[in-house]
């Protein structure tokens, strides 16, 4: 989508229906029980419209029947127990701790070659922008991101007053409008809203091959509105220095300056043009179930709410407000309800209630549905903790049970390496632009390379590495790599020179002779 006309629809089509579940997931995400509430609350009251003789009748119970715990409404001047629990978010930083807890490595390499080459000013210009740790928490970011939206852009970002390096930036799939061209993406518009009283300004950063264009509309909250200088909002103003007179920066490169990187493929959107490559988010088909967790959480805090002990007393024996005034009482105080009843208010019995608190009903319930979200999404059940009911398992089957999460993780992983090598790489060539001299450039694109098992039990490790030397299938180097994924060669090495200090010498089996004397000399206290 190229840089829009002034006074047109925003979002264009058919991004205004993607941004409708990328709004509804991004709710979810932030715990914005507000924006669920009016989003289900609206469709509610949606269907519940009707025909009649012609004419469009509302239903009388408008939100009433909501599918959605969240699109009911409560009544007025009703203190309903609603509670929102965190589990897309827990959710989207479990994809995300899945994939890159332990970080992948960058690293350029020449053909045939296997070992990490620390030499060369390119790889130590890499190793600034994918290697260190602010790069290690950008793909962390990117990761929660494109698990909760369906995907991300990585974007490359430089500023010579701000770094001294090219870095990489994620952006999630609500602030993008991407171009595809046979599943990849050839252009895209980045987008920013500043809201000023009732004026809303948008600005959009157009990536092309070639050049990156910056442009600021000042509209309204459905329309794009009229172009105005970068300079009249604050927030822009930066970028108004920047441009050439075309509002372009001239990126000097044949490609482009960001990186589509979905999630997963896309199910639902698959036959409508240009969504089918935009991915698929893990809350997925997973709306209903986060929000009956709520709803089970929500009434399991209500039981506690009305599990306190109330006294139903006489209503003579409440607070009396004065003439007109009526009576009241204080919740607090654990007054449940007065009773109209006749003769002496100190003749009638008090009387209490309490009602049960259905700890293990509720329990069972949301652990039920926990393990519901964690299949859909591919997660091993045991990833949120022991939900599956069962007693004590076998190694066997706590591995065969974790297998899910590795199978998500090495899927995920295949759009993650892709999208890393080619963001890297365009970095490191818009580095050796602006940095010249440093060691960045154009160069073959890089290897990611990602850990075998993100954060391996150290238990399971030497069970593993045991088994392996029992049968002869790894050298005493590969198991130092195993067991230290994180350290360079010459650390390696040094720590298998240290092991074989320490263990004895074991003479070859092969060259024994039955001699107990290598040296051939006959010992003279053994002829005695």
């Excluded at 127990?81 to 897309?88: E, F, M, S, T, Y």
């Excluded at 007393?313 to 607070?319: G, H, I, N, Q, Y």
Aim: hydrophobic share 40%; net charge negative.
């Amino acid at each position: 989508m190229p840089i829009p006309d002034q006074n047109t629809a925003w979002l264009p089509a058919p991004w205004d229906y993607a941004y409708r579940s990328f709004a509804e997931n991004d709710a979810w995400y932030t715990g914005d029980t507000a924006a669920l509430a009016k989003m289900y609350g609206r469709e509610s009251a949606t269907r519940s419209t009707h025909v009649r003789n012609g004419q469009q009748m509302q239903g009388g119970l408008v939100g009433a029947a909501s599918r959605m715990f969240w699109g009911r409404p409560v009544p007025a001047n009703e203190n309903r127990a609603r509670l929102h629990v965190p589990a897309p978010a827990d959710l989207a930083a479990l994809a995300s701790d899945l994939v890159f807890a332990e970080p992948p490595e960058v690293r350029l390499e020449s053909p045939g070659e296997t070992k990490l080459r620390r030499d060369g000013k390119a790889q130590t210009r890499l190793d600034l922008i994918a290697n260190g740790d602010e790069a290690h928490a950008m793909f962390n970011q990117m990761g929660e991101l494109k698990s909760a939206l369906g995907a991300v852009a990585l974007v490359v970002r430089w500023d010579t007053a701000v770094a001294e390096h090219a870095w990489l930036e994620p952006s999630a799939a609500d602030v993008i409008v991407p171009t595809f061209r046979s599943g990849r993406m050839i252009e895209c518009t980045l987008w920013s809203e500043y809201v000023k009283g009732s004026v809303y300004y948008r600005h959009l950063e157009h990536h092309v091959i070639g050049a990156i264009e910056h442009a600021l509309y000042a509209g309204s909250e459905n329309n794009l509105g009229r172009r105005v200088p970068l300079a009249e909002i604050p927030e822009t103003a930066s970028y108004a220095e920047l441009v050439d007179s075309d509002s372009r920066i001239v990126t000097g490169i044949d490609r482009l300056t960001a990186v589509y990187n979905p999630n997963i493929p896309t199910a639902a959107w698959r036959k409508k043009g240009a969504l089918a490559h935009t991915g698929r988010s893990d809350f997925a088909q997973l709306h209903g179930l986060f929000d009956w967790l709520d709803e089970t959480f929500s009434s399991w805090m209500r039981d506690l709410r009305l599990g306190a002990g109330k006294i139903i007393v006489p209503e003579a024996a409440l607070d009396f407000n004065g003439i007109g005034m009526g009576a009241s009482f204080d919740a607090g105080r654990e007054i449940f309800a007065g009773l109209n009843a006749p003769g002496d208010p100190s003749k009638i019995a008090f009387d209490k209630v309490q009602f049960n608190i259905r700890v293990e009903e509720h329990e069972k319930t949301a652990f039920g549905i926990y393990r519901e979200i964690l299949r859909k999404a591919g997660f091993a059940q045991s990833a949120w903790g022991d939900y599956s009911g069962k007693g004590q398992m076998t190694a066997t089957e706590v591995d065969d049970r974790d297998k899910a999460s590795e199978r998500t993780r090495d899927k995920k992983i295949l759009q993650d390496r892709v999208a890393i090598a080619r963001a890297a790489s365009v970095a490191l060539e818009i580095d050796g632009k602006v940095f010249p001299g440093k060691g960045g450039g154009r160069f073959e694109q890089p290897t990611v390379v990602f850990p075998d098992v993100s954060q391996e039990d150290p238990e399971k490790l030497a069970r593993t590495l045991t088994l392996l030397d029992a049968a002869a299938a790894i050298s005493l180097e590969q198991k130092v790599r195993r067991a230290n994924p994180d350290w360079e060669d010459d650390q390696i090495r040094a720590e298998v020179a240290a092991i074989r200090a320490e263990r004895p010498a074991v003479p070859d089996p092969a060259g024994f002779t039955g001699d107990d004397d290598p040296d051939g000399v006959e010992d003279p206290e053994e002829t005695l």
